[in-house]
């Protein structure tokens, strides 16, 4: 048969010629697979900077974009986090290539590998040879080290249910009574969680910020329905049990002679108008640890629907001494001679006064900042 056109007939070439066309062929594939590597890794790069690109976007717009468009730093983490599990999960799906392909040196990315704390449960896992007789005949061989590895492991949250039996006991001579040990004490009579799920659910809550309606539906997954309804009645009986708690830790915090006052926004929600309005929680807090002073530190959280002096002025009912504050007029009153308990002595703040300095010496003016009172130590 002969040859079709275009082709090599390799019987007809010489020897050395022959060599030299296997060799040509060979560096021939290998130019075609790194061309489809570097196909793909062109490719890997473009979604990576494309990536880059929307997070810069997003990150000079909560810098410098108007104050509508700005986001949360705990909203700009979201993308910082969506960013990494897009490239690790990029970086696994890469195919595996022979040739090595130069990389840009980039700082050591933080890890938690080999820093797992002590306290964490471990369980250990022992992997045997298939067997550790020598092989040249020798016998057993002898241990002389080992490798171990940690990882980090979850175990979800698992339900239970805690069945109370109360035996009942009764004298069959004489039959007059029956005796039954007492039902302990629930928090919700009849109810169904024990306090340790109250705590739980609180928990996520109020610190995890996990609305109850998402709790629900992670509780159904495990197979329990809990309507949103009854979580949250669950919430309103634990909050009237720990009310007193928070009045004991209130009343804690005004035996010292040294407080901080401060208020903050947040949103809530505003049924009937589809949208949130501002509320302010107020802060009491005391903190010696700065002077090595003898009480412990502590805080308490207030809601109320505005700014209003009074509000403040309610939450330090009783107190006697100094109050730290900033510049805000409404905590004026505080100083008022007709106050319940008498005038308080107000210290501002010296990180106000130091950056209303600053912001003064960078342009024209005079300082403007009323210092209420500065004590002497």
């Known amino acids: 048969m002969e040859p079709s056109p275009g082709t090599v ?17 060979a560096a021939l594939e290998t130019l075609q697979g790194e061309v489809v590597s570097l196909t793909d890794r062109n490719r890997n790069l473009e979604d990576r900077n494309r990536r880059l690109e929307h997070l810069v976007r997003e990150l000079r717009r909560a810098m410098f974009g108007q104050k509508s468009e700005k986001l949360h730093p705990d909203q700009l983490q979201l993308a910082f986090e969506a960013l990494e599990g897009a490239l690790a999960e990029a970086e696994a799906d890469a ?88 039902a302990p004490a629930h928090l919700i009579e009849g109810g169904l969680p024990t306090e340790g799920m109250l705590a739980h659910v609180m928990v996520s809550k109020f610190a995890d910020h996990l609305p109850l309606y998402r709790q629900a539906q992670i509780y159904a997954r495990s197979g329990v329905d809990l309507h949103r309804s009854t979580l949250a009645f669950w919430v309103g009986k634990g909050s009237f049990e720990l009310r007193p708690v928070y009045e004991c830790l209130k009343a804690e915090l005004k035996t010292s002679n040294h407080l901080g006052l401060d208020e903050t926004t947040v949103r809530v929600l505003d049924p009937g108008r589809g949208k949130t309005k501002t509320g302010y929680m107020w802060t009491m807090a005391r903190d010696e640890r700065g002077w090595s002073g003898p009480d412990p530190p502590g805080c308490v959280y207030e809601y109320v629907p505005s700014r209003s002096g009074k509000h403040g002025e309610k939450l330090l009912e009783g107190f006697q001494g100094t109050v730290q504050v900033d510049g805000y007029p409404g905590h004026n009153r505080l100083r008022r001679e007709d106050r319940p308990g008498g005038a308080l002595t107000l210290a501002a703040c010296w990180t106000y006064v130091a950056a209303r300095i600053m912001l003064r010496r960078a342009g024209t003016g005079v300082l403007g900042l009323k210092i209420l009172h500065i004590p002497a130590t």
Request: with cysteine; aromatic share 2%.
């Open 95 to 182: 195919p595996a290539s022979t040739t090595p392909t130069p990389r840009a040196k980039r700082p050591a990315a933080e890890r938690n590998l080999g820093h797992l704390p002590a306290h964490l449960p471990r369980t250990y896992k022992v992997i045997e040879p298939e067997s550790t007789l020598c092989p040249c005949g020798c016998g057993e061989m002898t241990k002389i080290g080992e490798d171990r590895t940690e990882r980090l492991d979850v175990v979800p949250a698992q339900l239970q249910v805690i069945v109370t039996i109360r035996p009942k006991y009764a004298c069959r001579q004489c039959e007059e009574g029956v005796t039954q040990a007492p």
């Open 9 to 25: 007939d390799l019987a007809s070439l010489a020897p050395p010629l022959r060599a030299l066309f296997a060799d040509q062929q």
